[in-house]
């Protein structure tokens, strides 16, 4: 069984995962790329049994452009945000930005979400076959 670990920059926070993510996914919304600094999102998603945290967090919380409640957990010293928590369909998951595994050979999104808000220049490949939500 796969066993992933992610970190916060410093190291002080971590999310330990163990099997296969039951979703990856890049997410082009505008809450995403606030969060990240960056022009989109990856992360993929276990079910909450699945995650093991240590360390201190900071929350902070927002509901989702679905309704979804989302508290997002980061670290109190370097910013990084390393685990959210969310409910879907009466389970709880727990998504971890791609990033904090610091992995280049973490599996590739199949899930594309809210393209219409994606930057021009910030195509995935046709050769991903991604399921599309907007």
Not at 57 to 84: E, N
Not at 114 to 131: F, G
């Amino acid at each position: 069984m796969t066993t992933r670990h992610a970190t916060c920059s410093c190291g002080q926070l971590a999310a330990t995962c163990t099997g296969d993510p039951v979703r990856i996914s890049v997410c082009h919304c505008l809450a995403c790329q606030k969060r990240t600094g960056s022009a989109f999102g990856v992360q993929a998603r276990w079910k909450r049994e699945d995650v093991a945290v240590e360390g201190a967090s900071s929350v902070y919380r927002r509901v989702g452009d679905s309704g979804t409640p989302l508290t997002f957990h980061f670290c109190a010293t370097c910013g990084s945000t390393v685990y959210y928590l969310l409910a879907h369909s009466g389970m709880e998951f727990v998504g971890v930005p791609v990033g904090g595994f610091a992995d280049p050979t973490f599996p590739a999104p199949r899930v594309a979400l809210y393209e219409a808000r994606q930057h021009s220049w910030a195509r995935l490949p046709d050769s991903l076959d991604l399921e599309r939500y907007d």
